[in-house]
Structure formats: structure tokens, C-alpha cells
T-cell receptor, first 113, second 112 residues
Framework: DAGVIQSPRHEVTEMGQEVTLRCKPI?????LFWYRQTMMRGLELLIY????????DSGMPEDRFSAKMPNASFSTLKIQPSEPRDSAVYFC???????????FGPGTRLLVL | GENVEQHPSTLSVQEGDSAVIKCTYS??????FPWYKQELGKRPQLIID?????GEKKDQRIAVTLNKTAKHFSLHITETQPEDSAVYFC???????????FGKGTMLLVSP
């Protein structure tokens, strides 16, 4: 298995632009997580899907952030409009079930100018 | 919700020494405690986990201990090597269909 796949790996954009991050979880995994990592705030959970259904989105910072999981093999995290404070590394992770043994993707390093 | 505190934030040791990282959690219902290692520029990777029905678990040079009464758990690395240098995150969860709450991380530097 190729593991969790994320794209793009790096994204540089200007403030106000729309950003879409993509994730393909490990086949057979039922849970998918989006995290944001910064030096100041550490590793923060943004949203958790189970069987393609959003279960916990309490970590989504504000309405500028949205996430979808249209099927078991694909998820997107969208930021519109982007702001410089959104600059961070965004990780997608998947697991067979919930919290246990999460496999992280390589991350998307986002820089908003 | 759950709150996880992790100490120290940085730890420097000499190669061959032991390293200990400690975490406390707030939710007494939590019963799953993993540790993740993140090398510079890489993704976090699970290195060991422990469930509340055991007090200690070992895997070669790595061990975790859990004190449910005090609500704290620790990572012990013996005979440290330079390749152990990384950021280590503890986390806690009520296992099953829930989410992890991570500590802020400990940057471990092992000097040759």
C-alpha cells in the first residue's frame, strides 16, 4: 500500500485566494482526520470523518475552512479566502477505526503571502 | 474535553543516556495513550501505544508506563542514539470511535 497520499506537497498562494488540499486515505480505513501543525499551536485536529461522514468538526477555525469526503478514497480541505495566518503544515491521517493507530500523510506545506 | 500536558518541551541528552518524557491527561475516561515520533520535515509516526488495562509496555529500547490513578503516562528511551533525535508527541483518547488529543510535543536532541 502506498500509504496516505496528499497533494500538493507545497503550496504558495496570495492572501484572498482559494486553496484546496487533497487526501487519499489508506484503502480499507474507515476514519480520516485533517490536522494543522504550527510551531505556536502544535498539532491541532481540524475535522474527523468516519465512514465518509463528518463526526467532529469542532476544530475547524472558522467558516473560511470547509472539508468534504465524497467517497471512501478521497477528501478535500478547502480554505476560501486564505489568510497569512493559515500558513502551516496540513496533515491528513487515516485509521481503521477512530483514534487508534493513525497513519499520517506526508503533509502539505502551505504558505499564504 | 480532554487536555494533555507534556513536559519537558525540549530535552538534550548524550548518546547512550536515557530520556524520559512525561504527560498528564485530564479525562479519566481516556483509555488509549499513543506516542508519535516526528523527525524534522517528516510526518508523525506511531512508535508505541498503551491501553489502560496495562501499566507498562516495552518495545526494544522504548517503554511506556501508565498511572491511571494519577492520570499520567511516560515514554522512556534507553541507550539513546542520534537517530532518536526528533519531536515526540503523546496523546490520549477514549478508544474506539473518537479522536486523539495531542500534547504540545518534546524536542529530543541526542548528541554524539
Amino acid at each position: 500500500d502506498a500509504g496516505v497520499i496528499q497533494s500538493p506537497r507545497h503550496e504558495v498562494t496570495e492572501m484572498g485566494q482559494e486553496v484546496t488540499l487533497r487526501c487519499k486515505p489508506i484503502s480499507g480505513h474507515n476514519s480520516l482526520f485533517w490536522y494543522r501543525q504550527t510551531m505556536m499551536r502544535g498539532l491541532e485536529l481540524l475535522i474527523y470523518f468516519n465512514n465518509n461522514v463528518p463526526i467532529d468538526d469542532s476544530g475547524m477555525p472558522e467558516d473560511r475552512f470547509s472539508a468534504k469526503m465524497p467517497n471512501a478514497s478521497f477528501s478535500t480541505l478547502k480554505i476560501q479566502p486564505s489568510e497569512p495566518r493559515d500558513s502551516a503544515v496540513y496533515f491528513c491521517a487515516s485509521s481503521l477505526a477512530g483514534a487508534e493507530t493513525q497513519y499520517f500523510g506526508p503533509g502539505t506545506r502551505l504558505l499564504v503571502l | 474535553g480532554e487536555n494533555v500536558e507534556q513536559h519537558p518541551s525540549t530535552l538534550s541528552v548524550q548518546e547512550g543516556d536515557s530520556a524520559v518524557i512525561k504527560c498528564t491527561y485530564s479525562d479519566s475516561a481516556s483509555n488509549y495513550f499513543p506516542w508519535y515520533k516526528q523527525e524534522l520535515g517528516k510526518r508523525p509516526q506511531l512508535i508505541i501505544d498503551i491501553r489502560s488495562n496495562v501499566g507498562e509496555k516495552k518495545d526494544q529500547r522504548i517503554a511506556v508506563t501508565l498511572n491511571k490513578t494519577a492520570k499520567h503516562f511516560s515514554l522512556h528511551i534507553t541507550e539513546t542514539q542520534p537517530e532518536d533525535s526528533a519531536v515526540y508527541f503523546c496523546a490520549a483518547a477514549y478508544s474506539g470511535y473518537s479522536t486523539l488529543t495531542f500534547g504540545k510535543g518534546t524536542m529530543l536532541l541526542v548528541s554524539p
